[in-house]
Nanobody
């Protein structure tokens, strides 16, 4: 059974930092592209950042220079370091594990990040 469990969300003031974690089980973590997506209230889910099996990263323009995605294959965990947070970063953040070549994609249940003073 595949499980992706996000943690680290919460309330933070504008300009603050948070680190999200996603622990994976039930998959061969090292061969999956891992990603973080987010969905704000009333909006569609959007890509935040991805990291491939060889640690090539990609991130949305809106978070470049502020967010960093990384992975630890020994711990089956992907991280999202978020700095200089803004109110518009408020959303539920979801972890994704994907292997496009074999049409596999798994999602976590999400963790809420609220940026507010």
């Amino acid at each position: 059974q595949v499980q992706l469990v996000e943690s680290g969300g919460g309330l933070v003031q504008p300009g603050g930092s948070l680190t999200l974690s996603c622990a994976a089980s039930g998959i061969i973590f090292s061969i999956y592209t891992m990603g973080w997506y987010r969905q704000a209230a009333g909006k569609q889910r959007e890509l935040v950042a991805t990291i491939t099996r060889d640690s090539t990263t990609n991130c949305a323009d809106s978070v470049k220079g502020r967010f960093t995605i990384s992975r630890d294959n020994a711990k089956n965990t992907v991280y999202l370091q978020m700095n200089s947070l803004k109110a518009e970063d408020t959303a539920v953040y979801y972890c994704n594990a994907e292997r496009r070549t074999v049409h596999l994609s798994y999602w976590g249940k999400g963790t809420l990040v609220t940026v507010s003073s």
